[in-house]
């Protein structure tokens, strides 16, 4: 009795493998669309891996003394103190007017985008969502067409885990401010070396 079940699972993944040399492509849009499915359903865990700086405050929460984290910038973790409404409008209005109707990729400034770079207008205005800035901002990258759909797919990863507040957050604390200050949070204390 033992071989009998061994013999029905060998049978099946015969005739898998002669259905998939049949439809080849079919076969591997499967097991590319099973892929992406794992992928966008494993959490993506610690975004950043760079260090913070060393804040000291005093009892009231006002900063004394900012060192730069061990590669050299001034950079603040994330959700240290609640986003300035007035911060998160003008970061809405300039980078991601859909930032709340769409799930980490705006397929409308996407093919506005293509069209443009189609018809030879020159790039206009960009795709990347606050989502997808966030995804290139935790992999640096040289900017090709492979690593836009890496960072869409990590866009769609990070918008099915996090909230949008806590993309918010991430964003506003990683973003280049020029020089050695990165983030939101770090550029408004004034204290930069």
């Not at 898998?16 to 492509?25: E, K, N, Q, S, T």
């Not at 892929?35 to 913070?52: C, E, S, V």
Request: hydrophobic residues 45%; positive net charge; charged residues 25%.
């Amino acid at each position: 009795m033992t071989g009998r079940p061994v013999s029905v699972v060998r049978a099946a993944a015969v005739r898998l493998v002669r259905w998939a040399r049949r439809r080849p492509y079919t076969a591997a849009g499967i097991a590319l669309a099973a892929a992406a499915a794992a992928y966008l359903a494993w959490p993506p865990g610690q975004i950043f891996t760079k260090g913070y700086s060393s804040v000291v405050e005093d009892r009231d929460g006002d900063i004394l003394y900012v060192s730069a984290a061990v590669d050299g910038q001034i950079r603040f973790p994330p959700g240290r103190k609640k986003l300035p409404s007035k911060y998160v409008t003008a970061l809405l209005i300039r980078e991601d007017k859909r930032f709340y109707r769409h799930l980490g990729v705006d397929f409308l400034a996407l093919a506005r985008a293509a069209w443009n770079n189609g018809r030879g207008a020159g790039r206009k205005s960009g795709a990347s969502t606050i989502t997808m800035q966030v995804a290139r901002m935790s992999c640096r990258g040289r900017r090709t067409y492979f690593n836009k759909f890496r960072e869409m797919l990590a866009a769609l990863r990070i918008e099915l885990h996090f909230g949008k507040e806590r993309i918010l957050r991430l964003y506003a604390a990683n973003v280049p401010m020029g020089g050695n200050v990165v983030g939101a949070p770090s550029a408004l204390t004034g204290r930069h070396q």
